[in-house]
């Protein structure tokens, strides 16, 4: 799956679509979450860092975790003196950090994990205490969305329940869907939601 990431890196920021995705899910982060100067925030699937770097004049820090070595080489080419995401090539569901954040993000990469239950433990892990998630991925579809084809796609996008079973059982409160973007192709229209919750107690 790396291998379909790593050709695609270079390209990943021509057009409208994932721009477009990337600036609506950051704002609705931002409408729904206080993001403050303090915080420390890991980016899971970070990819070229369309969501990072929107992120990144907000908060103290954010880590860019990524499994494709050339979506990072992207992403870091990106850093400026007055702006920076820092890229980190880490699988954290095999071998957690040695780091805790104050919040987790995620745009369009839980679909390409293929066991969300062990990913949110990992978000868990990963957090600090009263720590928040905000992740952006697709609602159901019928395996049209990605037009190139499904190779390490996992899920065809998720169910709302399902999912909020899946997460409260991660050890998360609070856990809210809201309405983020509709990607609209010419073979349908695919909503994107963004699920926000708060690491329990
Ligand atoms: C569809 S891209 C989204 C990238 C970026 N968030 C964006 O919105 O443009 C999914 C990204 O998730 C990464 N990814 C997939 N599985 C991962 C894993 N287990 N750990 C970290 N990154 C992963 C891929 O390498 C890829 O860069």
Redesign the pocket.
Known sequence: ??ER?NQAAQE?DKGDM?QN??HAVFQMIASRISLLNHMNIMD?????G??SFKLAPLVKSVVG????EK?LEQLASKNSSTLEVTPLYH???NEPLNQQFHGIV????MH??EDTAELFKAFHTHLKRDGFIAIADLEAEDGTFHTHGNEGVYHFGFEREALRTTIENGGFEHVRFHNAYTVEKENGTYPIFLVTATKKG
């Open positions: 799956m790396s990431f990943w994932r995705i990337a899971f699937g970070a990819g070229t369309l969501l975790v990524d499994l494709s979506m699988d954290i569901l995620s745009s369009m990469a390409h994990v």
